[in-house]
């Protein structure tokens, strides 16, 4: 589980349904979960998703696994807080206007969103611009400066935390300096 999810759920009580984007075998959508949280997760692996719901199957632990790209079929319903570890990174940069639109749609005014990404210059992704995502067949993920997510990100919310990974943290919590938390408050009021 994200060091940084952990201690957003310890901290903000209200939180009651969530969708995590990119989801994977599902380590995150299963700890919301595991706190009482009502969890859609999506990831468009269907290798993925099957050994998600096995996981959960086998623990007893109700967790909404979809399999499907995000940003091409309609995706509904309003959450208190969307979360996302590792896909924005993934993401052409032509996609990044998708991905903030579907945001907005399906986060609750004043939610929460949290992301976790690509850290430029940490032995990581490099950032690069757009031309050069296209022009060099760039397949790897895209890091990211802290500047840029700001710029992606504060037209549509307020910046609560961007920082680093934590280290030392117990091994059931990953924390890798590589990569960028966030979390986001909308800016639209309830």
Same mark, same amino acid.
Request: aromatic content about 12%.
């Given at each position: 589980?994200?060091? /940084? %999810? ?15 984007? *990119?989801?994977?075998? *599902?380590? +995150? ?5 595991? @706190? ?14 099957? /050994? ?7 623990? /007893? ?7 499907q790209d995000v940003l091409k079929k309609i995706v509904t319903g309003e959450y208190d807080f969307v979360y996302d570890s590792g896909m924005l990174h993934? %993401? ?10 579907? %945001? @907005? =749609? ?32 760039? +397949? ?23 920082? =680093?990974?934590? +280290? ?6 990953? *924390?890798? @300096?590589?990569?960028?938390?966030? %979390? ?5 009021? =309830?």
């Amino acid at each position: 589980t994200d060091e /940084n %999810l952990v201690k957003f759920l310890n901290n903000e009580k209200s939180i009651k349904s969530t969708i995590e984007l *990119g989801c994977g075998e *599902g380590r +995150n959508a299963i700890y919301m979960a595991q @706190q009482g949280i009502s969890v859609t997760a999506y990831d468009i692996s269907s290798v993925a998703i099957e /050994n998600a719901k096995k996981i959960v199957k086998d623990d /007893n632990i109700n967790v909404n696994f979809i399999c499907q790209d995000v940003l091409k079929k309609i995706v509904t319903g309003e959450y208190d807080f969307v979360y996302d570890s590792g896909m924005l990174h993934h %993401l052409p940069p032509h996609r990044r206007i998708t991905y903030i639109e579907l %945001l @907005q =749609k399906i986060l609750k005014p004043s939610g929460y969103f949290g992301l976790t990404c690509f850290a430029w210059g940490e032995d990581c992704a490099d950032e690069v611009n757009d031309w050069e995502y296209y022009n060099h067949k760039f +397949n790897a993920g895209v890091a990211f400066k802290k500047e840029r997510l700001i710029e992606l990100f504060s037209p549509y919310f307020e910046v609560v935390e961007i920082r =680093k990974y934590c +280290n030392g943290v117990p091994n059931t919590i990953q *924390g890798l @300096q590589f990569m960028w938390v966030c %979390l986001f408050k909308d800016k639209r009021t =309830k």
